[in-house]
């Protein structure tokens, strides 16, 4: 039984493309970048054309992208810099409350460190206000931390308009303004040089490249103050020698997310709908969560009255199929989603929740077969729930 995944939020598999290219690289090119000698300037040339690549999708000059070994480190990064960089009376962190672990966890750490950390509220719909953000910045916020996209309802953030909000001052002057933009790269049109953010993080295996690679993008002339201290790698942004292959399989992944953008969200989109006509015709008690009209294209997260999400996402997997109940880090445990609890959720619906997040290699046939799996599984678990 070949699996039906429809998990591409946790992470997707790598294109044919990028595998061929990390492949011949393997093979050919053996030098250090940092060396000085010609097998080292070839390397190093690899990894500058993948920059070029990964700039060209978000908008940034390719002077801007630091590499890293995830989007986890590329927002611990931010926070360090950030924090680092921030004058004595500066010691608060905004951040978004259905915001990914890796900026919570970050943040609580700061706030151990006697940091204040504020979450700004996300609206039943998953989406943030700008005027409601404004209002949370103080001459205290150091940081404002937001996601373009989130990663479970896959709800899209008005990113300008935030940006504007929480740029009361000039950038030297006020808070440093870092976006994720994990989810909402090769989903969505990115312009970063546009925004007058300071920083923005990004995963490759989010977009088909491969896992243990992601970037931070810095802008010019911001302060910066290294998480990783060591050698002068990244041009003293980021030590340690380059994860090579990964670096280049990140940047043939974003060439081909830039070129196929269009095309992709109009068939992600069509595959995403087709699955909740099926769902939210066939099944009684079922809602979309988020707002449809500000939605990711791949993306939908919808509460099943009376189901455990926990259970539910087990029986589809011994059919075949993959889905998630929250975030892939926060599987194994069964805590409800703490985003879906942030947008008013109550727990009973939280824990009634499953995330479809589609991508390349689904098909039509593949969701008319999840369509035509999902009722009998759904009254056998809720079935189960009532025993
Ligand atoms: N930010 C968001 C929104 C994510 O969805 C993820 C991964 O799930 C991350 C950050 C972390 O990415 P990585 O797996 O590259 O550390």
Redesign the pocket.
């Known amino acids: 039984m070949s699996a039906i995944y429809l998990d591409h939020?946790?992470t997707t598999p790598l294109r044919p493309e990028v595998a061929e290219a990390m492949h011949a690289a393997a093979s050919r090119l053996v030098g250090n970048p940092s060396s000085t000698h010609r097998l080292g300037a070839q390397t190093r040339a690899a990894i500058e054309r993948a920059r070029v690549q990964v700039a060209s999708l978000v908008g940034a000059d390719p002077a801007e992208v630091i590499f890293t070994s995830?989007?986890?480190e590329a927002?611990a990064t931010a926070i360090v810099a950030a924090c680092a960089d921030a004058s004595p009376r500066r010691r608060e962190l905004l951040v978004g409350a259905a915001d990914?672990a890796?900026i919570l966890e970050s943040a609580a750490a700061w706030e151990e460190r006697g940091w204040s950390v504020v979450s700004a509220p996300v609206a039943r719909q998953g989406g943030f206000d700008p005027d409601a953000l404004r209002a949370q910045l103080s001459e205290r916020t150091a940081l404002v931390s937001l996601?373009w996209a989130n990663?479970e309802t896959g709800a899209i953030h008005p990113i300008a308009e935030l940006c504007a909000a929480a740029k009361a001052e000039e950038r030297a002057a006020g808070p440093w303004i870092h976006v994720?933009a994990?989810?909402a790269a090769g989903k969505l049109p990115l312009a970063f040089g546009e925004l007058g953010l300071h920083s923005l993080?990004l995963?490759a295996?989010?977009l088909n490249g491969p896992k243990g690679v992601?970037a931070l993008v810095l802008a010019r002339g911001v302060p910066f103050v290294p998480f990783l201290r060591g050698g002068p790698q990244e041009r003293g942004h980021r030590a340690g020698t380059e994860n090579l292959l990964g670096i280049i399989g990140f940047g043939v992944a974003c060439a081909l997310a830039e070129d196929e953008l269009a095309a992709r969200a109009e068939r992600y989109a069509a595959l995403r709908d087709q699955l909740w006509a099926g769902i939210s015709k066939r099944i009684a008690g079922t809602r979309r969560n988020g707002d449809p009209h500000s939605t990711l294209c791949n993306t939908l997260n919808v509460t099943i009255d009376g189901v455990d999400g926990a259970v539910l996402l087990e029986a589809l997997d011994l059919e075949g199929v993959c889905v998630s109940a929250g975030?892939?880090?926060a599987s194994g445990s069964s805590d409800p989603s703490h985003v879906l609890l942030a947008m008013g959720l109550g727990l009973a619906e939280a824990r009634a929740s499953l995330r479809f997040s589609v991508g390349v290699g689904v098909d039509e046939r593949q969701i008319e077969r999840v369509i035509a799996l999902l009722p009998d599984l759904v009254q056998r678990v809720r079935g189960g729930a009532r025993q």
């Open positions: 939020n946790a995830c989007a986890t927002n990914h890796s996601l990663n994720d994990v989810q993080s995963s295996h989010k992601g975030a892939a880090c």
